[in-house]
Antibody
């Protein structure tokens, strides 16, 4: 059974940092693109970043470029999102997903940026 | 950026109805389109990829069609568990973009 379990979310002040993790199981993690998608409270879905199978290609939405870094550790079947210089508008539920087409989603981890 | 426009933004339907949701891309995206279902407080779930391919385990009451700029998601014989918000997403070019969502409510 495919499982994606996000962790690392929480409350942080503007300008702060957080590192999200996504533990993957039930599929060959190293064979798939992986993505982060977020959803602000009461809003729609927004793609944040994705990474190819060996980590050599990374793409970001403009609003997080230079502040967020996506990475992966295929030996640990884990995906990460390092978030710096967080802003109030980064407040959202963050999901990790498999493939550019979002074939499977984790349950999400909440990030709240507030003073 | 490729803009994805869904219509309607909401609709009311009865159990047993068939509903169609439309998604239009601001430029051609081939068949690089996915559809998702999201229920309140839950993570989205993949329904369709490549515009018309059913994700594993998804019932055949869900069907997708289209290519280029115009796409549809059809849900036949609506059941109580189908009342949710549906999103389309293009993955033809970066940034990947979602439609604004269509909320399907019980009439």
């Amino acid at each position: 059974e495919v499982q994606l379990v996000e962790s690392g979310g929480g409350l942080v002040q503007p300008g702060g940092s957080l590192r999200l993790s996504c533990a993957a199981s039930g599929f060959t993690f190293s064979s798939h693109w992986m993505s982060w998608v977020r959803q602000a409270p009461g809003k729609g879905l927004e793609w944040v970043a994705n990474i190819n199978q060996d980590g050599s290609e990374k793409y970001y939405v403009d609003s997080v470029k230079g502040r967020f870094t996506i990475s992966r550790d295929n030996a640990k079947n884990s995906l990460y999102l390092q978030m710096k210089s967080l802003r109030v508008e980064d407040t959202a539920e963050y999901y990790c997903t498999i493939d550019v087409s979002g074939s499977y989603w984790g349950q999400g981890t909440p990030v709240t940026v507030s003073s | 950026d490729i803009q994805m426009t869904q219509s309607p933004s909401s609709l009311s339907a009865s159990v047993g109805d068939t509903v169609t949701i439309t998604c239009r891309a601001s430029q051609g995206i081939g068949s690089n389109l996915a559809w998702f279902q999201q229920k309140p407080g839950r993570a989205p779930k993949s329904l369709i990829y490549a515009a018309s391919s059913l994700q594993s385990g998804v019932p055949s009451k869900f069907s997708g069609s289209g290519s280029g700029t115009d796409f549809t998601l059809t849900i036949s014989s609506l059941q109580p568990e189908d009342f949710a918000t549906y999103y389309c997403q293009q993955y033809n070019g970066y940034p990947l973009t979602f439609g604004g969502g269509t909320k399907v409510e019980i009439k």
